[in-house]
């Protein structure tokens, strides 16, 4: 099916690239965060489409559950309830652009440089083989992942576990109002360390007393 010279398919992915580009220039663009985050769900959700297209099932669906499902979900939560001060947050912005522009520049050159039209022109658009019947994408991207790129899989695991070390690090403080508690000697602590039983003469009242009593209520 064509429409205008070009292929329906070609028609979804030039739509889904426009939405991509003018939600991805939006998430920088605009002032208010609730907005941003809500343009970053908008850029997943055509990214996914696109993977669509590339009969990469298994990553579409992944990039919605987890992006869109759990981690943006999560920072709008943070973002709604911090009272996050917007002047604040614009102060600077005009300091650090001459810094800015140059390594954006640069940047930009190199995403051209990598995906340009010599890398990745109309004519060298293939299109994908016909699979079989029992053909599952997630057993196919495993396949790949872990015996084509398992050196880069395994480097990228070490990367994201030292940054999760180094967050854990940054963010731990020892404070000096907390009273911590040190578990190799909590397990230590015997029951005569923490309970004392005291033994204690019975009181009885006395006849007369607890008439009196009695009569005063």
Known sequence: MTIFGLHFQDIVFYTLAAVLLYAAISVITTRNPVYAALYLVLAFFTAAGIW???????????????????????????????????????????????VALPVGGLMAIE?????????????????????AADYSNTAELGRVLYTDYLLPFELASVV??????????????????????????????????????LKMDAVVEKAEDATVTQEAK
């Open 52 to 98: 669509l297209l590339l009969e990469a099932e298994f990553l579409a669906i992944a990039l919605v559950l987890v992006y869109v499902g759990a981690v943006m979900v999560l920072f709008l939560f943070v973002v709604m309830m911090l009272d996050i001060n917007l002047d604040k947050l614009r102060e600077g912005f005009w300091n650090a652009l001459p």
């Open 111 to 131: 995403m051209v440089m990598i995906v340009g039209v010599r890398n990745f022109g109309a004519d060298k658009v293939v299109a994908p083989p016909a699979h």
């Open 160 to 197: 994201l576990l030292v940054a999760i070390v180094a967050a854990i690090a940054l963010t731990l403080r020892d404070r000096k109002e907390s009273k911590s508690v040190d578990p190799s000697q909590q397990v230590l602590v015997k029951k005569a360390d923490r309970l004392r039983i």
